[in-house]
């Protein structure tokens, strides 16, 4: 019989505790991208979202001027690494959708590139999900989504779209570019939604 230990100290504890099944920590900040880095000029980038009835769009400084959370959460990406405490500042779902009105429960987020992954809309209100654009204190790296990425901690990394450049309301649940290639439809790390 053998066991691991786990480690004595309160900190070790509380990181096993804020590390879903499976995963492994990171200090690092790993990329994972499908295709080529898109170079999104600021002055170019517009954000919109599409709706039954039409569309909501901001350009990079009216977004700029919308209210600004900092948001401190753990990020788990299904390849099993995980990365606690990352800080962003970004602009949250709620915030955007007081200018938007629909009927539809599902949203497919779209990315310059074309990447695309489907969320829930109850996913993405309620406090849990951001288009960032700060990382660290510093402006978004392309390399990770710059200018601006969307920012849904609780599920997995792969729904946080990078170069995110809106979101389309769905009246039923479609799967986006993973989703599409054997990725969960919901993907929450805490009940191993990895694959189906
Ligand atoms: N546009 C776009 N967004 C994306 C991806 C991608 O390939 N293209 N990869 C996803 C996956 S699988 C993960 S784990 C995270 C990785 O983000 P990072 O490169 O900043 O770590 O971005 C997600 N968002
Ligand atoms: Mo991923």
């Not at 400084?61 to 500042?89: N, P, Q, Y």
């Not at 779209?161 to 979101?167: D, I």
């Not at 479609?174 to 969960?184: K, S």
Request: charged residues 25%.
């Amino acid at each position: 019989m053998s066991f691991i230990t786990r480690g004595f100290s309160g900190r070790s504890r509380e990181r096993d505790e804020r590390l879903p099944p499976g995963q492994t920590l990171v200090h690092d900040f790993p990329v994972l991208s499908a295709g080529p880095t898109p170079d999104i000029d600021t002055a170019d980038w517009e954000f919109t979202i599409r709706t039954e009835s039409g569309s909501q769009s901001w350009n990079w400084d009216e977004f700029m001027a919308l209210e600004i959370d900092e948001v401190s959460t753990d990020i788990h990406c299904v390849t099993h690494w995980s990365k606690l405490g990352t800080s962003w500042r970004g602009v949250s779902i709620d915030t955007l959708f007081e200018h938007v009105e629909t009927g539809y429960d599902y949203v497919m987020a779209h990315s310059y590139g074309g990447y695309t992954t489907n969320v829930p809309l109850d996913e993405l209100r309620g406090g849990k999900a951001w288009v960032a654009f700060e990382f660290d204190g510093e402006p978004l790296e392309p390399e990770h989504g710059g200018p601006a990425r969307l920012l849904v901690p609780h599920l997995y990394f792969w729904k946080s779209a990078k170069w995110v450049r809106g979101l389309e309301m769905m009246p039923t649940d479609e799967p986006g570019f993973w989703e599409q290639n054997g990725y969960h439809l919901h993907g929450d790390p805490w009940k191993e939604e990895r694959y189906w």
